[in-house]
Every structure is written in C-alpha cells, then in structure tokens.
C-alpha cells in the first residue's frame, strides 16, 4: 500500500505556464516534504510544511491537514525545473526529520 | 550551505561481491539515514539512525546489509555478496537544524 499519493505521473508544460502537482496522503504526518530530483539522480529538498503555506522564489507549496492533501505550484516554468518532484511524509508518532514515506514522483518537463 | 558527501558516485561489482559505500552527514545532524531507488521506482528506506543508534530498519535491511560509523563522522553501508537486484541509486540523509533534511548526491551501484 502506498501512504503517499502523487498526481499527475507526468506533466508536460510550455515555458510560462502554471502548474500544480498534487500529493494525497492516507497516515498520520509530523510533515510532509517536497524534494527534487534533478536529471542526474540528486535529491534536493524543496520545502518542509506542517501547515499552511510556504513560498520560495517561483515555487509554492500548501498544505491542508483536514484533507490531508498538499500541492506544489509553480508560477512562470522555465525548462530548468525540469525534474522529478517527489512527495513524502514524516509519520506523527516521529519527529518532523524522521523517516520518510515517498510518492512516487512527478515528471515534469517544460519546453520553451 | 553545508553538503551531505557520497562516495563514489558510481560503483560498477561483480555479482557476489561486496561493497562498501561511503557517506559524509552533516556534522551537526543527529539524524541519518540510507535510502535506495531502484530504476523507475520510487525511493525506499533501508535504515535510520538517532543520535549514533539505529533507531529503525526496514525490511529490506536484512543480514545482508550492515552500516558502521567507523570514525565517528562518516557513514558507511556495507552490502555483501551483491545481488543483480541490489543495483540501484543508494542515497544517504541527515536531519537537523538549520538546513532541515539534506541528501547526498547519491552512488549508482550496478551489479554485472
């Protein structure tokens, strides 16, 4: 069974455009976190949420803990955020940096 | 921003053989972890560590793996009698404050 859930699998945008990943989740969460994958295989994290909403530069995540969902937007694409962006959890009983439950990853590219 | 270092970034063994992959956490994070990506599957947990203790294994860490702070900074994640199934992209973690969660850039082990 998969505690995390991402939507779409794979997204493709034009340069400019909005876009919005969404991850579902089904357990308890001290957090949920936000990674990217770049092309080569390196993880980087992205944001940290426990509630509400984060902004950094173009990129937003939210989160709402009643419908244990969460998105991720991105405002003006460029073809470098390109990328897997991944979703994942710290379960309630841990701390907010305890192991991590992932979704499966979103693919996304962006032409020019 | 300090980094997580994985050594080597590339491994290419003899099924049957051991490995040894290296990692270097961030000195003030008292939590670790080793992850692993199978091609085209989503991220996995091996096993976690709390303030030098593993705190949690998964399944997957079975007698075949096993992971030595031999100095008391670096990591190591020892995988015997390597399998073809075993090839994937190993990542290590560690968590705290400030920086949150932080991965190495990953070893992309191939069994032959």
């Known amino acids: 069974k998969n505690e995390v859930e991402q939507s779409p699998q794979n997204l493709t945008a034009q340069e400019g455009e909005f876009i919005t990943i969404n991850c579902s989740y089904s357990?308890?969460?001290?957090?949920l976190h936000w990674l990217q994958q770049h092309p080569g295989g390196g993880i980087v994290s992205l944001f940290m949420l426990s509630s509400g909403k984060k902004k950094h530069g173009r990129l937003i995540a939210t989160i709402n803990i009643q419908e244990k969902h969460s998105s991720l937007h991105i405002t003006a694409s460029h073809p470098r955020d390109s990328a897997v962006y991944i979703c994942a959890v710290t379960r309630d009983r841990g701390s907010t940096l305890g192991r991590l439950y992932f979704g499966r990853g979103t693919q996304l590219t962006v032409w020019p | 921003e300090p980094e997580v270092t994985q050594t080597p970034s590339h491994q290419v063994t003899q099924m049957g053989q051991e490995v040894i992959l290296r990692c270097v956490p961030i000195?003030?994070?008292?939590?670790f972890y080793w992850y692993r990506q199978i091609l085209g599957q989503k991220v996995e947990f091996l096993v976690s560590f709390y303030n030098n203790e593993i705190s949690e294994k998964s399944e997957i860490f079975d007698d075949q793996f096993s992971v030595e702070r031999p100095d008391g900074s670096n990591f190591t994640l020892k995988i015997r009698s390597t399998k073809l199934e075993d090839s994937a992209m190993y990542f290590c973690a560690s968590g705290g404050n400030p920086y949150g969660y932080t991965f190495g850039s990953g070893t992309r082990l191939t069994v032959v």
């Open positions: 357990v308890g969460i001290s957090a």
């Open positions: 000195s003030n994070h008292l939590y």
